[in-house]
């Protein structure tokens, strides 16, 4: 499975990231699929995972904000991040998981800014 | 939310010493637990799942071990090419998510 995120590199404070991970040279189906982001010089966080099934679970600090989705018969799934910050900014990757906590391929990662 | 602590925060060895890097969880995760590898400008890559098992492709000097809250990712003799920085994953049914350790670096000495 390849993957690759797409979407704009810089977005102003409070307004809404949006970026989509498009998989390909694989199935979409019976996987969940994840975004996780990386703070310049920082550590992993994971945002959240969305299953082929269209089930979603969230990172409890960034609930309030986020909404994935997927479509499958385009093979991709998406990102929304609302009312943006500084601190949002950070090296965004999508990630399938092939088993429980088994992230197998990931995308090259795309470095979302934060600023007006 | 599960919490994992990953100790100690930077390990200094030479190649060919062995390295035990430590991940502490909140509360039980079974063997839901994941170990990642990550150099500069890398994507972190898979190296160990379900506690134990080794990703396709990685060298047995890599192992894991643990379950339920203690967990263990130990290379056995450092090759140059394993200092990097190394992150636990843990994956709960219940409330369903997954934690990221913060991450524990091993480098040169």
């Known amino acids: 499975v390849q993957l690759q995120e797409s979407g704009p590199g810089l977005v102003k404070p409070s307004e809404t990231l949006s970026l989509t991970c498009t998989v390909s040279?694989?199935?979409?189906?019976?996987?969940?699929w994840s975004w996780i982001r990386q703070p310049p010089g920082k550590g992993l966080e994971w945002i959240g995972y969305?299953?082929?099934?269209?089930?979603?679970s969230y990172s409890p600090s960034l609930k309030s904000r986020v909404t994935i989705s997927i479509d499958t018969s385009k093979k991709h799934f998406s990102l929304r991040l609302r009312s943006v910050t500084a601190a949002d900014t950070a090296l965004y990757y999508c990630a399938r998981e092939g088993g429980p906590g088994a992230f197998d391929d990931w995308g090259q990662g795309t470095l979302v800014t934060v600023s007006s | 939310e599960i919490v994992l602590t990953q100790s100690p925060a930077t390990l200094s060895l030479s190649p060919g010493e062995r390295a035990s890097l430590s991940c502490r969880a909140s509360?039980?995760?079974?063997?839901?637990l994941a170990w990642y590898q990550q150099k500069p400008g890398q994507v972190p890559r898979l190296l160990i799942y379900?506690?134990?098992n080794p990703a396709p492709g990685i060298p047995a000097r890599f192992s894991g071990s643990g379950s339920g809250t203690d967990f263990t990712l130990t290379i056995s003799s450092l090759e140059p090419e394993d200092f990097a920085v190394y992150y636990c994953l843990q994956r709960s049914r219940w409330p369903p998510g997954l934690t990221f350790g913060g991450g524990s670096k091993v480098e040169i000495k």
């Open positions: 969305v299953h082929s099934s269209g089930s979603t």
């Open positions: 509360q039980s995760v079974g063997s839901y």
């Open positions: 379900n506690a134990s």
């Open positions: 040279a694989g199935s979409i189906g019976s996987y969940y």
